[in-house]
């Protein structure tokens, strides 16, 4: 059986206080929140300098296509119970606190205890469109391993989602990852206008 996989987005402090945001996708276990940040990331160093990390429940899918393609600043809050930052974007935040590592070389398996947690608006529903963007960031961000004629197929089916059910954000989403992919070296020429 796979391991159920929510998609969120990780925001973390260094030392120094210097706020990082990446997707994530992480793993409920019981009350707690299982992060698994390959090493060596920002992500992974910084909640190790600080013990802390914010798990932020975003359906601004433009975040997800923003950080895959250079976009990593967004707007922010202080955490309110631990050192960390949480998106201003988030329908909810978790603050959370490290209990425990697997201490495994390449990606350990961080245990994270709920600390403090936030509801900033509701969730409206499942949109299409917001899952075919997540779906293209993962493709942009592999694509110095995928082959350009499955990236090319794949992205022709997700445009159906895009086309149908798609918000203004969702489009920009869109419009950014298409751009990753034209700019590739690899994929450029698969690409269709
Ligand atoms: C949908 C999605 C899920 C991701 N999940 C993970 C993850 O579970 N662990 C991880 O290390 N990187 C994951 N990534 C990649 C990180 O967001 C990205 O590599 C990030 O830059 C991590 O390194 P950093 O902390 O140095 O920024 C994911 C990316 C996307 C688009």
Known sequence: MNEVIFE?????????????IAPMGVRYE???????????????DNIVATGHAVLNI????????GCVTGRRSW?????????????QAALS????????????????????????????????GLNRAQAAVLEAAVLVSRLHMLPPA???AEMAY??????????????????WLKAAIAAH??????TTP
Do not use: N
């Open 8 to 20: 969120t987005v990780v925001s973390t402090v260094d030392a120094a206080g210097v706020p990082h």
């Open 30 to 44: 019981g009350t707690g929140v299982v992060l698994m940040p390959f090493k060596p990331s920002a992500t992974y």
């Open 58 to 65: 975003v359906t601004d899918t433009r975040v997800f296509a």
């Open 75 to 87: 707007p922010l809050q202080p955490a309110q119970a631990v050192p960390g930052v949480y998106l």
């Open 93 to 124: 935040h978790v603050e959370l606190r490290l209990a425990g590592s697997d201490g495994d070389a390449q990606r350990p398996r961080l245990r994270m205890a709920r600390v403090h947690e936030v509801q900033h608006a509701p969730f409206v």
């Open 150 to 152: 499955k990236v090319a």
């Open 158 to 175: 997700l445009q159906i989602a895009i086309d149908k059910t798609a918000a203004p954000a969702e489009h920009e989403a869109w419009a």
């Open 185 to 190: 070296p690899l994929h450029a020429k698969a």
